[in-house]
T-cell receptor, first 109, second 114 residues
Framework: GQNIDQPTEMTATEGAIVQINCTYQTSGFNGLFWYQQHAGEAPTFLSYNVLDGLEEKGRFSSFLSRSKGYSYLLLKELQMKDSASYLCAVMDSNYQLIWGAGTKLIIKP | DAEITQSPRHKITETGRQVTLACHQTWNHNNMFWYRQDLGHGLRLIHYSYGVQDTNKGEVSDGYSVSRSNTEDLPLTLESAASSQTSVYFC?????????????FGEGSRLTVL
């Protein structure tokens, strides 16, 4: 079966760096997505990786290793507004998105 | 600005009633999706459409139906609501399979079935 694993919850301190991991087993691979979802709101797109390596976008970076079935989202200079759930999703060979359950990130002052 | 809107945002209904959740997008996207989101689960695909008159079942389609009569709208109907269908429902759209596949989500509809 298809599976996406990510930690349920993480806690970090304002101003620090946090890495949220995602491992996947899917039927084929057509890209990996990270979305941010604040409580009670809709998910919003953060990043897309289809090739191995690091994609940097401001304070957020996303890394992909296709051979290891692994990705991480790196958040730098954490701010209180980064408190949210972070969803990892993989697009399989049928171009269907398979979603992880999300990682709830709690930022403490 | 283009957007995707859902209505109603909150709905309480009784078991056995028919419920329709509306989704309207002004992105002019071909692809539209309905997901449900429950604690401890990732987003689960209910139905999706790649264009007018096209509809497809997702992984949790039992008890739900959709229709696509125009580009902008994909209403989701629960034929006979069950307590197991209490959830938050998200509609989403995307441009096509040739792009990154970025999804644009509506604000969600919280449905409670008593």
């Amino acid at each position: 079966g298809q599976n996406i694993d990510q930690p349920t919850e993480m806690t970090a301190t304002e101003g620090a760096i946090v890495q949220i991991n995602c491992t996947y087993q899917t039927s084929g691979f057509n890209g990996l997505f990270w979305y941010q979802q604040h409580a009670g709101e809709a998910p919003t797109f953060l990043s897309y990786n289809v090739l191995d390596g690091l994609e940097e976008k401001g304070r957020f970076s996303s890394f992909l290793s296709r051979s290891k079935g692994y990705s991480y989202l790196l958040l730098k200079e954490l701010q209180m507004k980064d408190s949210a759930s972070y969803l990892c999703a993989v697009m399989d060979s049928n171009y269907q998105l398979i979603w992880g359950a999300g990682t709830k990130l709690i930022i403490k002052p | 600005d283009a957007e995707i809107t859902q209505s109603p945002r909150h709905k309480i209904t009784e078991t056995g009633r028919q419920v329709t959740l509306a989704c309207h997008q002004t992105w002019n996207h071909n692809n539209m999706f309905w997901y449900r989101q429950d604690l401890g689960h990732g987003l689960r695909l209910i139905h999706y459409s790649y264009g007018v008159q096209d509809t497809n079942k997702g992984e949790v389609s039992d008890g739900y139906s959709v229709s696509r009569s125009n580009t902008e709208d994909l209403p989701l109907t629960l034929e006979s609501a069950a307590s197991s269908q209490t959830s938050v429902y998200f509609c989403a759209s995307s441009e096509g399979t040739s792009d990154t596949g970025e999804l644009f989500f509506g604000e969600g509809s919280r449905l409670t079935v008593l």
